[in-house]
Nanobody, 115 residues
């Protein structure tokens, strides 16, 4: 089973930026899709962004224009660039990878945006 390790979270002021990275233990081109979800305290996990094997990206409506997802197959890494961060973006961000209907998850990285 693939291991996914996220990094890049932290504390940032509103309006700031962070780039999250998710490194997979194997080749990411085998996955149908990879992406990011987040879960804020007391809330359900929600989809943030996804990117297909072919590189097609999707961003949740509330994050369009602020977040960008990309990947580097050579580095087995998926990125989430987050700009113009808001306090409501505070959450644990999880990386995931889908293959043939099976989803693998990382341990998550905390993002805290102060007002």
């Amino acid at each position: 089973q693939v291991q996914l390790v996220e990094s890049g979270g932290g504390l940032v002021q509103a309006g700031g930026s962070l780039r999250l990275s998710c490194v997979a233990s194997g080749n990411i081109f085998i996955f149908d899709a990879m992406g990011w979800s987040r879960q804020a305290p007391g809330k359900q996990r929600e989809q943030v962004a996804g990117i297909s094997n072919g590189g097609t990206a999707n961003i949740a409506d509330s994050m369009k224009g602020r977040f960008t997802i990309s990947k580097d197959n050579a580095k087995n890494t998926v990125y989430l660039q987050m700009n113009s961060l808001k306090p409501e973006d505070t959450a644990v961000y999880y990386c995931y990878a889908n293959r043939r209907g099976v989803t693998s998850w990382g341990q998550g990285t905390q993002v805290t945006v102060s007002s």
